[in-house]
């Protein structure tokens, strides 16, 4: 199992998370990296439930990547979870969505989210979001510094 | 194409400058209000007083230290308002406490950035900030002015 987790990534889209994982492997941020499948699969991690009893988490991920439209629990539900709980409250969640689907950006927004970015459809255009999405949560924002 | 609108919340004139010419050079057009302490902040977000046809930004650009309110009380003004809660704030501050930094999230911040000292690293966080909350994120629309 994988204790130390800097990015989270919750989709289920296979090639959406093929290309993702690809991306920040390119920049070298994926060393940490866990991908789950589904909202519930995420939940499980973040709380240490499930198949991820026993999990230290005291390591917290650098950031979460959540897709918005998932099987099970969808992106809103995961993160309304993480938003409520004192211990998982800080942690940064980047709300992903493909450009077709038409939800409400502003209520993630005042639902904690910490930012939302809609998928490119063209590859390198999304190569280029997935790559500077991951520099700017790895590298330039400050982290929840934590006990 | 509407522009993008930034309230930035700063005391330090050589910053704001800085900050202003740095977005001159953004892909985007930016428009750029400035407001000198916590509490004029906070009017110009509730249209008070002189701001009373002021603008909801799109995007915040928060310093901590400030006269009048600090930038937390500012911060966790608009995150504890239904109407503005929305609006994305970055807290761009010299500071890189865990206390500051800390304070900063638990109070639903959505970034943390350190300003840096030197001039043309500081123009580059200024770039990446453009970079990622221009070009890659998407905005809620401020319905009232769009």
Not at chain 1, 93 to 114: F, H, Q, R, W
């Amino acid at each position: 199992m994988m204790t130390e987790v800097d990015i989270l990534l919750v989709e289920d889209n296979a090639s959406d998370a093929e290309m993702t994982i690809d991306a920040l492997k390119k920049s070298g941020l994926a060393n940490k990296l866990l991908h789950v499948k589904d909202g519930a699969a995420a939940l499980d991690f973040i709380f240490a439930e499930g198949a991820y009893t026993g999990r230290n988490t005291a390591y917290k991920p650098k950031v979460i990547l959540l897709d918005v439209k998932m099987p099970k629990l969808n992106g809103i539900e995961v993160l309304q979870r993480i938003r409520t709980d004192e211990h998982t409250k800080t942690i940064p969640v980047v709300m992903l969505t493909s450009s077709k689907e038409d939800p409400d950006i502003k209520t993630c927004y005042a639902l904690g989210v910490n930012s939302y970015v809609v998928k490119p459809v063209e590859f390198d255009e999304f190569q280029k979001a997935i790559t500077e999405l991951g520099l700017y949560w790895m590298i330039v924002n400050q982290q929840t510094q934590y006990e | 194409m509407t522009p993008i609108h930034i309230l930035l919340v700063e005391d330090n004139e050589g910053d704001i400058l800085l900050t202003r010419e740095a977005f001159k050079e953004a892909k985007i057009l930016i428009k750029l209000s400035v407001v000198r302490d916590g509490e004029e902040a906070v009017n110009f977000l509730t249209k008070q007083g002189e701001y009373l046809l002021a603008e909801v930004p799109d995007l915040l650009l928060l310093d901590i230290n400030l006269p009048k309110k600090n930038g937390h009380e500012v911060l966790q003004f608009i995150k504890g308002d239904e109407g503005l809660k929305h609006i994305p704030v970055i807290i761009l501050s010299t500071s890189s406490s865990p206390k500051d930094v800390n304070m900063a999230y638990s109070h639903y911040v959505n970034c943390f950035i350190t300003k840096p000292l030197d001039v043309n690293d500081f123009i580059g966080v200024i770039a990446s900030i453009e970079n990622f909350w221009i070009s890659i994120v998407r905005l809620p629309a401020n319905k009232e002015n769009k």
